[in-house]
């Protein structure tokens, strides 16, 4: 069976027919061309695929196309200004090294996004609990809750880990 | 000390930006005009005679361009031993075995025309059990090769292991296993396979080894009797990489005779499920262990014989043995080895290369009876450790030859950010444990060399061609440091092609924690060329000697006469557009002099090794059997850290690896079949279960590393489990011997040390059978 919904994509009003059984991330990767929502799993399980739906973080490999009907959905696409400049987060994940092969990174910046607007002084246990859907195997994390936190209101200090002189070579 | 601009510092990754704005591009989002979909239909059996495969229905379905099985396809043999077809024939060995493949104009149609091909198949005895299956009466996973112990070489003894037992004031000996554990990256396996109208095939491909891949799909084409054809290997950008990438695969082969089959492009990309099923996994292995020390707590003897679960086919990964040997013969000072290793067939998933490579599995044993000896000789472990550490200018038994080694070091900052004042709390302990890595190369293949193309533009910008691979660690980024520092010029100034084998050049691999070291040399050895053509031609413009001048900031400037300086940009101006015009290329192949392993294992491998000590400091509850890690450090001597952020980045995520290696992961076979295929019943540890983690780095400036640097990608995980398993001794005394440290392995050992059954019940009161063990 193939509707048709409207709903806000990234600022713009989007029209278009789909099938009822299109997940949110099939017509995002395969009808939009938006290729920026990664899958890793398909199944919910690693949030590669977060998107933000009306403010919430959501795994858009799980989320029926057809619920965005009327809804407003940000994309990794969209949250960099139009002249290019790279929302404070994803520049806080580029300073920071929390990417590194990058799979997860737009679900986890998406994640993070949602975490700081509605939080915006998240603190650590917050960043972990507002991340922990989303899997990373190549950063261990730590840089992950290092570049949220830049990114926040919290003041935080950044351990910077240096390298340590012995007796014998000073 | 000298003052560097762009080597040591922290700068972000290249592709970083555009990978946080969404706009690179995996294997999953490529797509090609007219390109079709394929998929695999794998066994339904761990072993069965394949007696009959119809295929006429999946055919017939609209949109199905090819079916393919191993009837239809050339003889094509796959992997180091070549004991691997593309698609099956005959019989099948394991559940992952490929029997048939579709290609299709779409994903669901693919999917669906796998539902209907009917295969029969006639069920074979199987074997799962590595040790059942080097009995004599053992089903033959392979007949052709009599017996499933593979005919591998892994045998080493070094000294007079016997003399020295006898004169041992202590000795401890024990078994040790771990499990099957696989790489989860977070971008799935995938290829997509292209011919040109004269048969000339272009492969976009997840790999760690383009080059050797290259050769591998040339030898495919030669079995499909396409003679004399081009092979270009186009790497996108890898969703991770962690050793699983270093062969290459059936699913590569069956893109390339679907897409030569079909003449279109041929797309195959893995689900999750698929992920976990048909890719390789780390060996399981099974070591039988014994060491001792002389009564100062000296190191006299080591003694190992392990058996490694193979699966059913052979890839690289059965070399493991080879890299083991090395913490095995030189991690401490030890004068007398002996080593036997035995891979063995069985109808499991077969394994692979994994980040340590055989590393973490060797030192788990090593480095758990380092502690069990460090108590029978009733020395503190830290110190025992001290004792027999590796110091600069030592060779090995195997002729490894140390030459910077910061070993005490770590292991002292490891003591001092761990300890704790005060009296020892109730069900708290430390543990640590130490590695060695190769750090310079590794000569496991003919050549361990990578070759760099240096070419500079009229604007003093470089493209800089190199055989690297980049999977996310940082090649290239340190690549573009190295070459930045070397001619003075920005990091923006830098870019750095390393996806394409029609434009790089060879190199053997991202494996070893090589690619810093070996490629870094290669990029600064093309640097230097270029360097001393632009300072000669400078000092023909500005009159003086080129010792005269040095490269900073874009320009060429005096040491000594601060107003002769000239734009570098400008310079290469002057010099394109005169008579007889230049312009500037280098190119340089690095191959370091480390060494093959002679017959009898001897060699110097690596140019450099790489030296670590991890602590770490866990909370056991003794109701549960649950682990906390309370704090974790991990100190590397690294030679130079030539990027200090990307080098902590390897170490967390390596150490973050290393916990789920001892604590979590596990891929579950029941005989033979994968029964957790997916992230929620195979547990990689999430955001919320990440400890303190310190990555203190000590810098020896190794004189081969480029700038002093040496490899540090895979030792992050390669203690972890044994100093953990350390720490769960000193807190609760019980040691676990088998990996992944469960909760309910920690909680059976605390229950047989306090006398009590499995359940908890005093030994003899009984009545407790029913009794559930909560995860
Ligand atoms: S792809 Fe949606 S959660 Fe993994
Ligand atoms: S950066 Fe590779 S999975 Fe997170």
């Known amino acids: 069976m193939s509707q048709e919904i409207a709903f806000t994509l990234n600022g713009n009003e989007t029209k278009v027919a789909i099938q009822d059984h299109w997940t949110l991330l099939h017509l995002l990767r395969e009808e939009l061309g938006l290729l920026g929502t990664k899958e890793g799993c398909g199944s919910g399980e690693c949030g590669a695929c977060t998107v933000i739906v009306n403010g919430d973080a959501v795994n858009s490999c799980l989320y029926l196309a057809a619920e965005v009907n009327g809804k407003k959905v940000l994309t990794i696409e969209g949250l960099a200004t139009a002249d290019g400049t790279l929302h404070p987060i994803q520049q806080s994940f580029v300073d920071n090294g929390a990417i590194q092969c990058g799979f997860c990174s737009p679900g986890m910046i998406m994640s993070a996004k949602a975490l700081l607007d509605e939080n915006p002084n998240a603190k650590l246990e917050d960043i972990k609990h507002a991340l922990a859907g989303n899997l990373c195997r190549c950063t261990g994390y730590v840089q992950i809750f290092n570049a949220v936190k830049l990114a926040s209101g919290y003041r935080y200090d950044a351990v910077k880990v240096v390298a340590w002189q012995s007796k014998d070579d000073s | ?775």
């Not at chain 2, 980024?477 to 010029?489: M, P």
């Not at chain 2, 995520?653 to 891929?667: F, K, S």
């Not at chain 2, 350390?726 to 609760?732: F, Q, S």
């Not at chain 2, 030994?763 to 995860?775: D, H």
């Open chain 2, 1 to 775: 000390m000298q003052e560097f601009t762009a080597v040591g510092k922290r700068i972000p990754k290249l592709d970083a930006a555009d990978k946080a704005a969404g706009r690179i591009q995996y294997i999953q989002d490529i797509k090609l005009p007219g390109m079709l979909y394929g998929k695999i239909l794998y066994s339904k059996y761990p072993h069965a005679r394949i007696v009959n495969v119809d295929t006429s229905k999946a055919k017939k379905l609209s949109g199905v361009r090819a079916v393919l099985t191993g009837e239809d396809i050339p003889v094509i043999k796959l992997g180091v031993y070549k004991d691997n077809t593309p698609l099956k024939t005959g019989k099948v060995r394991s559940y992952r075995d490929e029997v048939a493949a579709v290609a299709a104009t779409d994903p669901e149609i693919a999917q669906e025309a796998l539902s209907l091909i009917e295969v029969t198949y006639k069920a074979l005895p199987a074997v799962f059990d590595p040790e059942k299956a080097m009995k004599e009466d053992a089903p033959l996973v392979h007949e052709r090769h009599k017996t499933n112990i593979l005919k591998m070489p892994w045998k080493l003894h070094y000294g007079d292991v016997e003399a020295a037992k006898k004169k041992a004031a202590h000795v401890v000996e024990d078994r040790f296993s771990t499990t099957w554990v696989t790489h989860c990256c977070m971008g799935t396996s995938g290829a997509v396979a292209e011919f040109d109208h004269t048969n000339n095939l272009t492969i976009y491909t997840n790999t760690q080894i383009p080059s050797l891949a290259q050769k591998d799909f040339l030898d495919t084409l030669k079995a499909m009797g396409l003679q004399d054809r081009r092979v270009r290997v186009v790497k996108p950008c890898l969703g991770g990489g962690f050793g699983s990438k270093l062969d290459t695969y059936a699913y590569e082969n069956i893109a390339i005779l679907l897409a030569y089959n079909t003449r279109k492009p041929v797309k195959i990309v893995f689900d999750r499920r698929e992920e976990f099923i048909a890719t390789s996994t780390r060996q399981p292995t099974i070591t039988y262990i014994s060491q001792g020390c002389d009564k100062k707590g000296n190191l006299l003897f080591r003694d190992i014989s392990m058996i490694l679960d193979n699966g059913a086919y052979t890839s690289w990964g059965a070399t493991t043995p080879s890299v083991m040997m090395m913490p095995i013969t030189t991690l401490y000072r030890v004068p007398n080895v002996r080593y036997e290793a035995k891979c063995v067939y069985t109808n499991n998933t077969y394994s692979q290369a994994m980040r340590g490579y055989g590393n973490p599995q060797a030192t788990f044993a090593i480095e758990s009876t380092m502690d069990m000896l460090a108590e029978a000789a009733g020395i503190d472990p830290v110190k025992f450790r001290r004792i027999n550490a590796n110091k600069p200018g030592d060779v090995s038994p195997q002729n490894f030859r140390i030459t910077t080694c910061g070993l005490d070091e770590c292991i002292d900052e490891v003591k001092k950010k761990l300890e704790t004042q005060g009296p020892k709390e109730e069900g708290i302990g430390m543990g640590i444990a130490s590695l060695i890595h190769v750090g310079g190369g590794a000569r496991v293949y003919k050549s361990d060399g990578c070759g760099t193309i240096l070419k500079m533009d009229d604007f003093a910008k470089v493209n800089v061609f190199t055989g690297a691979s980049d999977m996310g660690q940082g090649a290239d980024t340190v690549i573009a440091q190295i070459v930045a520092e070397e001619l003075g010029l920005h990091m923006e100034d830098i870019n750095v092609i390393h996806t394409d084998t029609d434009v790089c050049p060879w190199d053997v691999g991202a494996h070893a924690s090589r690619t810093t070291f070996v490629a870094g040399n290669s990029a600064l050895g093309a640097a230097r060329k270029i360097k001393s053509r632009i300072l000669e031609m400078a000092a023909r413009q500005l009159e003086t000697s080129a010792g005269e001048l040095i490269l900073r900031d874009r320009k060429i400037l005096s040491k000594t006469h601060p107003d002769k300086q000239m734009d570098i940009g400008k310079l290469l101006r002057t010099v394109h557009f005169s008579h007889g015009g230049q312009m500037l290329m280098a190119e340089h192949f690095y191959d370091p002099a480390n060494e093959n392993l002679g017959r009898d294992f001897r060699g110097n491998l690596s140019m450099t090794y790489t030296f670590g000590t991890h602590g770490v400091r866990v909370k056991v509850d003794e109701e549960t059997g649950k682990v906390k890690i309370l704090k974790y450090v991990a100190a590397h001597d690294v030679g130079k850290a030539i990027n200090p952020m990307l080098l902590e980045g390897q170490v967390y995520g390596g150490v973050m690896m290393g916990i789920g290696y001892a604590l979590t992961e596990q891929v579950i076979l029941e005989k033979g079949e994968n029964m957790n295929p997916n992230f929620r019943d195979y547990k990689i540890l999430t955001a919320k279960d990440v400890p303190i983690i310190e990555a203190p780095v000590r810098e020896t400036a190794d004189k081969e590393g480029p700038f002093g640097a040496k490899g540090i990608g895979e030792p992050g995980c390669v203690p972890t489990a044994p100093a953990i398993a350390n720490a769960i001794y000193d807190a609760v005394g019980v040691r676990i011997k088998d990996l992944p440290i469960t909760p309910e392995r920690v909680l059976a050992a605390i229950r047989e040390k306090k006398g009590l059954d499995h359940c908890g019940v005093e030994l003899g009161k009984g009545g407790a059978e029913e009794c559930i063990i909560e995860e």
